[in-house]
Nanobody, 115 residues
Framework: QVQLVESGGGLVQPGGSLRLSCAAS????????VGWYRQAPGKQRELVAR???????NYADSVKGRFTISRDNAKNTVYLQMNSLKSEDTAVYYC?????????WGQGTQVTVSS
């Protein structure tokens, strides 16, 4: 098992930036895929970005060119750099780890984009 703790959310103006962090309770080297999902009020949880242990990265079309996912295996941490934020990016953002057929989730961090 692995516990995930997100941080870095908050209130930001449109066009601003935030960096989310996801700290894992143990090494993430063996974790096949790490990713970020988000859920806005009244909507289903959706994939934002994910990165495999082999370096393959996928992004939702809505965030391509604005968000960047990275994983620091030495620090057991996954990051999501979010630039040019829009109001429609407002959501609770969840960190995810997929390993040996199991999905692990953090508790989520709120991101609000508003002027």
């Amino acid at each position: 098992q692995v516990q995930l703790v997100e941080s870095g959310g908050g209130l930001v103006q449109p066009g601003g930036s935030l960096r989310l962090s996801c700290a894992a309770s143990r090494s993430i080297v063996s974790i096949l895929v790490v990713g970020w999902y988000r859920q806005a009020p009244g909507k289903q949880r959706e994939l934002v970005a994910r990165k495999s242990s082999g370096g393959i990265t996928n992004y939702a079309d809505s965030v391509k060119g604005r968000f960047t996912i990275s994983r620091d295996n030495a620090k057991n941490t996954v990051y999501l750099q979010m630039n040019s934020l829009k109001s429609e990016d407002t959501a609770v953002y969840y960190c995810n780890a997929f390993e040996l057929g199991n999905n692990y989730w953090g508790q989520g961090t709120q991101v609000t984009v508003s002027s």
